[in-house]
């Protein structure tokens, strides 16, 4: 695999510094890969903007930065406007369809993912990044599902193992639908 970058954004609080760290630990420990991941938010902690981006590569990473992200993971409108212009033709786009209506762009696939409603029905909408990062997974066969699902259960609060496997199960059947 050559270097791919990933990025998470949305609303601080969503989990997606989670769902990127979940990503770059599962590349290192059990796909054999090189990863490297940053974070940034903006100036309120919950609520506000928050990013998280993942270089996995099968070389040793010089530049950990994501510049034109091959996969664009978004679950908020405003990260949506802000950053779509910097996916790299070709990329893909998987947005949370709850909460992000996006334009039409023949240069980018766009994968439409309920996962707020899917976290709900869960009865937690707190797993709707897990969800995602399962559609994630499934759309792009980035790493080993079942590589990921180990790195979840040992990433995530004591109690929460099983809702949490179940959401990324949930992601991954929602992908497969799309």
Not at 9 to 32: M, R, V
Not at 38 to 49: D, K, N
């Amino acid at each position: 695999m050559s270097r791919q970058e990933i990025r998470f954004a949305g609303f601080g609080g969503q989990g997606l510094l989670l769902a990127g760290i979940i990503l770059g630990k599962t590349a290192c420990l059990y796909g054999g890969k090189q990863a490297a991941q940053t974070q940034s938010y903006g100036t309120e902690a919950r609520g506000g903007a928050s990013q998280c981006n993942v270089v996995i590569d099968d070389r040793e990473i010089t530049y950990v930065g994501v510049v034109n992200p091959d996969v664009f993971v978004v679950m908020s409108q405003e990260a949506y406007d802000k950053l779509i212009e910097e996916v790299k033709e070709g990329g893909t786009v998987f947005y949370d369809s709850d909460l992000v209506k996006v334009r039409e762009d023949s240069k980018l696939r766009q994968v439409p993912v309920s996962s707020t409603s899917a976290a709900k029905d869960l009865g937690r909408q707190m797993v709707a990044n897990v969800v995602m990062l399962g559609a994630m997974i499934e759309g792009t066969k980035l790493l080993d599902a079942e590589d990921v699902k180990v790195c979840l259960r040992e990433s995530v609060p004591p109690g929460t193992e099983e809702l949490n496997l179940k959401a990324f199960d949930k992601g991954r059947s929602l992908f497969r639908v799309s």
